[in-house]
């Protein structure tokens, strides 16, 4: 299959990841300011943001009904209820309704996120196509977008609540791209007639290394513009361009590891990339300006591209196929812990000890997916 056609079967999955990317990268360039509306400190803006993995496992676990109910609608239907609760946070400065409104955008999150990658997993299989990196480019490169407007927006002065239904807005018009003639989810509900295959081990162990990866990511991204303005003393542009490195360097490398996913195996790539993340966030921790700090991003983000597709990939490719898109659902759910603890767990570590040390701890957590890597090799029938 071409490269255009290989876009244009993909494009409703990819719609839905560039979406979620433009949202967070949104969020995480606008922390600054929200922390600053709420007139709260790293630890207390930790403590704020908690409810919001609390609502996204809650709506991970009803993730499979509500694909049954919305059909081929359902992945459409949960990225515009994404963008709506993405313009909700700007809104709430009144400091406990701003749990209310992160509670929506997790739950929203999850909910997009267990179709979007059961979407993909089954896309893989009818082509036999590797896809998990190329959609989690789209990712990657929303994230990247999303950070980048963001700071220019708040450059010229935009508060918060334009900036986030503004963004909200993109989401929208990704909605409506990810709309497809035959977009229904296949297999996420577990049988109920007693013929339903056990899972094993794979998405456990699979899950297990998304969930460092996107801890370790998704905290990076969330906390990164703060560590450049208030502990290297950045602009609010220089702050925007901390998340937006990352992601940027993300998306390239995924569209790379799209590349290698074919050529190199697949749990050697999950061993060097996690090495090579570790040692970007040594550098973040000892950076001493903002310059230091982008190189860091860059070689973590070289590193920590792979590690969530690939290992998303192995869970599909390693479990029986009437059984594969509930194992890509428990391995997303597992996943989405890291994606959704990772910034308050970070957030507590730096209230206490400082964003320097919370990069450490960063480093010292992706180091684990090289202890995984060969256990999740193990479990190949």
Not at 40 to 61: H, K, N, Q, R, Y
Not at 100 to 121: E, F, K, Q
Not at 141 to 161: D, E, M, Q
Not at 194 to 221: D, H, K, Q, R, S
Request: proline residues 5%.
């Amino acid at each position: 299959m071409s490269a255009l056609a290989t876009l244009a079967y993909t494009r409703p999955a990819i719609a839905a990841f560039t979406a979620m990317g433009v949202l967070w990268g949104t969020f995480a360039a606008v922390l600054p300011d929200l922390k600053s509306m709420l007139g709260v400190d790293e630890t207390e803006l930790g403590l704020l943001i908690f409810f919001t993995p609390i609502a996204a496992i809650s709506a991970m676990l009803a993730a499979p009904a509500f694909g049954s109910v919305m059909g081929r609608a359902a992945l459409p239907s949960a990225v515009l209820l994404m963008a709506v609760a993405f313009s909700l946070p700007g809104q709430a400065s009144v400091i406990w309704l701003f749990p209310l409104a992160m509670a929506c955008a997790g739950a929203a999150t999850g909910l997009t996120d267990v179709l979007m990658n059961a979407r993909v997993a089954a896309m893989e299989t009818s082509r036999g196509l590797h896809l998990m990196n190329l959609t989690h480019a789209a990712y990657s490169f929303g994230y990247a977008g999303g950070a980048i407007l963001t700071g220019v927006l708040r450059g010229a002065g935009w508060g918060p609540g334009w900036v986030m239904g503004t963004m909200a807005g993109v989401g929208v018009l990704c909605a409506l791209m990810a709309l497809e003639r035959d977009g229904l989810i296949r297999g996420l509900r577990k049988p109920k007639d007693g013929t339903a295959l056990p899972l094993g081990l794979v998405p456990v162990i699979g899950g297990g290394i998304v969930l460092i990866a996107f801890m370790t990511e998704n905290a990076a991204e969330n906390w990164s513009a703060l560590h450049i303005e208030k502990t290297l003393g950045g602009s609010p542009e220089e702050g925007a361009m901390g998340p937006a490195a990352l992601a940027l360097t993300m998306g390239f490398a995924r569209l790379g590891g799209q590349w290698l996913a074919v050529r190199v195996n697949a749990f050697t790539i999950l061993r060097v990339g996690a090495v090579i993340a570790a040692i970007g966030a040594m550098i973040v921790a000892q950076a001493a300006g903002p310059g230091w700090a982008y190189l860091g991003f860059i070689i973590m983000g070289i590193g920590a591209s792979v590690l969530a597709p690939t290992a998303f990939s192995l869970v599909g490719q390693l479990s029986e196929p009437e059984a594969r898109a509930r194992a890509v659902a428990r391995a997303t759910l597992l996943g989405y812990f890291g994606y959704f603890f990772g910034p308050p767990l970070l957030g507590l570590i730096a209230g206490s000890f400082g964003l320097r040390f919370a990069f450490v701890f960063a480093a010292c957590l992706v180091g684990v997916v090289f202890l995984l890597a060969p256990i999740l090799a193990r479990q190949r029938t």
